[in-house]
C-alpha cells in the first residue's frame, strides 16, 4: 500500500520536481492556496488549504501519514502585511505543527538551510535563524521531525540558482563582494530528491537533523566561472572587499533578476561559511553524488523543464484584507491565556482612557471612544478553540471594521513558550485604503510595540 505524503509548498521549485519524480511511489496530496484545475497528474491530489488557519490546515492533512514542508514566506498572502518574515514563519509552522499532531502525522520531512559553526552565538543571518526557529516549532506539538539543511540546490528552475545564472548571463565582467570568497557545498536536485525519499517513513531518520551536500567544497566565486564555463561565456569575475552587503544586494536583485524579498535575506546568509558539519552528514544511504559541473549541466539543459502545475481557480479574495503579525517577549513564560488578559487592561491604560475596554458575559469584547455606544473594535472570544496556550478571538463589529464575517485576532506561545504571537488575520477596514495605511495601520503597530515594551517590563 502506497503511504500518502501531504507537501506544504508543492508549487514550489522542490515540491514539484518531488511530485514529477515520485508521484508513482506514494499517494501525493498537494496542498496550494488555490483550488486546482485541469490537473495534469490526475494520480495527485490537489488540495486547498489556508495554512494561516489551524482549521484549514488540520482539514488539509486528513489521512495523510507523512508530511513535507517547504514553506518559506516570502511574499504577503494580504494587500498589507505587517510582520517580518521570520515572525510570519513562526506562527505558519507553528500551525502545521499542531494540525499534524491533531491528524497524528508519523513525520515531518523539513528542508532548511545549512547552518555555520557560529549558530551557538546567535550570531547568524535573519535568514538562517529563521531556518532554524522553523525546525524546532515543526517538533514543539511531538510530531517527529527530520531536518534537511542544505545550501545552494542546483536543478532546472531552481530561484538560487538561477540567480547565478543570470549574473553569469548579464555581466561581462563581474567586480564582486568579499562574500562571494565563503566556502559552501552545493547538492544538486537528483540527489537532494533521493535523500527526502530515503528518509521518508525511515524511523532512524526521526528526530534526526542532516546537513546535506556535495563534498566538493567551493566558493560562490568559483560557482559562478564554472557556471560561466558551462554556458559557453567568457567572464572577468573578481573579488574584492569594498562592496557592501547593501550593495550586494542591490546588485544580486536587479541583474540576478530575483525579487527583493528573496535575494535580501539570502545575501545576509552569504557572510557566513555553510559547509557540511562533519557531526551532521547524511549517512543512510551510500549517495554518488553529481559534481557541481555536473549538476549545472542538468539545470541549463534546454530541454529539461519545470514540471507543470495544474490551472488554478483564481481566488476570490475581499480587498483590501490586513494581516498583521508580532513577535512579543515572553522572558518568564506566561500563557496566552495571561498575555491575552494583560493587553484587554492594558490598552485602556495605554490610551489613557480616551479608550475603553467592555466585555460582557458571553465574551464579547468592546473598545469604546470615551463613553460612545458602538465600540470602534469589537471581539469574541473563541473558548472551545482556546487554551492556556492560544487565545483566539472573532472580528464581529465595530465602527472601524468593514467586515464582520471573517477575521481573527490571536495570542499563542512560540517555541515552547520563548516567545508569543500577536496576530491580526484578514482584518478588512472600514476607512478609505490610504487613510488606514497612514492612520489605523501606523497606530496598531505603536501599539504592539508599546506592548510588547510593557510585557518585557513586567517581566524584568
Known amino acids: ?20 519524480r515520485f508521484k508513482d511511489k506514494y499517494h501525493i496530496i498537494a496542498l496550494s492556496r488555490g483550488v486546482a484545475l485541469n490537473n ?64 497524528n502525522i508519523k513525520q515531518i520531512i523539513y528542508m532548511g538551510g545549512i547552518l555555520p559553526k557560529e549558530v551557538e552565538d ?91 551536500g556535495n563534498p566538493e567544497i567551493l566558493t560562490y566565486k ?48 552569504l557572510k557566513h561559511t555553510l559547509t557540511v558539519n562533519p557531526d551532521l552528514v547524511f549517512e543512510l544511504r551510500t549517495i554518488d553524488y553529481l559534481s557541481y559541473e555536473e549538476s549545472v549541466s542538468i539545470a541549463i539543459d534546454p530541454n529539461n523543464h519545470l514540471p507543470k502545475l495544474p490551472k488554478f481557480k483564481r481566488l476570490q479574495a475581499v480587498k483590501n484584507t490586513v494581516r498583521s503579525i508580532q513577535r512579543l517577549p515572553n522572558t518568564r513564560h506566561k500563557s496566552a491565556l495571561w498575555v491575552a488578559n494583560r493587553y484587554k487592561v492594558w490598552l485602556p491604560f495605554f490610551f489613557r482612557s480616551i479608550i475603553k ?48 464575517d471573517y477575521g481573527w485576532l490571536e495570542f499563542r506561545e512560540v517555541l515552547d513558550g520563548e516567545f508569543m504571537i500577536s496576530a491580526i488575520h484578514e482584518f478588512v477596514p472600514r476607512l478609505p485604503w490610504y487613510i488606514y495605511v497612514n492612520t489605523q495601520a501606523h497606530a496598531h503597530l505603536i501599539v504592539m510595540n508599546n506592548f510588547a515594551k510593557y510585557l518585557k517590563r513586567f517581566q524584568d
Open 222 to 269: 568559483s560557482m559562478l566561472e564554472t557556471t560561466a564555463r558551462k554556458m559557453g561565456k567568457k567572464r572577468l569575475i573578481k573579488s574584492v572587499p569594498v562592496f557592501s552587503v547593501g550593495f550586494s544586494k542591490l546588485w544580486v536583485s536587479y541583474f540576478g533578476k530575483s525579487p527583493k524579498k528573496l535575494v535580501y535575506p539570502l545575501v545576509d546568509s
Open 122 to 212: 546567535q550570531k547568524i543571518s535573519k535568514h538562517l535563524r529563521s531556518r532554524l526557529e522553523v525546525e524546532k516549532t515543526l517538533g514543539s506539538s511531538g510530531t517527529p521531525v527530520t531536518a534537511l539543511r542544505a545550501g545552494i540546490i542546483v536543478g532546472p528552475g531552481g530561484s538560487s540558482f538561477q540567480m547565478i545564472y543570470h549574473l553569469v548571463d548579464k555581466l561581462p565582467v563581474m567586480i564582486c563582494p568579499q562574500w562571494t570568497l565563503s566556502n559552501t557545498q552545493a547538492i544538486s536536485l537528483r540527489d537532494t530528491l533521493t535523500i527526502m525519499d530515503t528518509c521518508i517513513g525511515n524511523e532512524e531518520a526521526f528526530g534526526k537533523v542532516y546537513e546535506i
Open 1 to 20: 500500500m502506497k503511504k500518502t505524503i501531504a507537501i506544504a509548498g508543492a508549487a514550489g521549485y522542490i515540491g514539484r520536481w518531488f511530485i514529477d
Open 357 to 404: 475596554a467592555r466585555e460582557n458575559q458571553r465574551g464579547d469584547i468592546g473598545f469604546h471612544l470615551l463613553n460612545m455606544e458602538k465600540p470602534l473594535l469589537q471581539l469574541t472570544w473563541i473558548p472551545d478553540r482556546s487554551d492556556l496556550k492560544r487565545q483566539l478571538f472573532y472580528i464581529t463589529g465595530g465602527s472601524l471594521v468593514k467586515r464582520f
Open 40 to 103: 495534469p497528474d490526475p494520480q495527485v491530489e490537489w488540495r486547498s488549504v489556508e495554512l494561516y488557519s489551524i482549521t484549514s490546515t488540520i482539514e488539509a492533512l486528513k489521512g495523510v501519514d507523512y508530511a513535507i514542508y517547504l514553506i518559506h514566506s516570502m511574499s504577503a498572502s494580504t494587500r498589507l502585511n505587517q510582520g517580518s518574515f521570520e515572525d510570519t514563519d513562526l506562527l505558519l509552522a507553528d500551525n502545521f505543527a499542531r494540525a499534524a499532531k491533531a491528524n
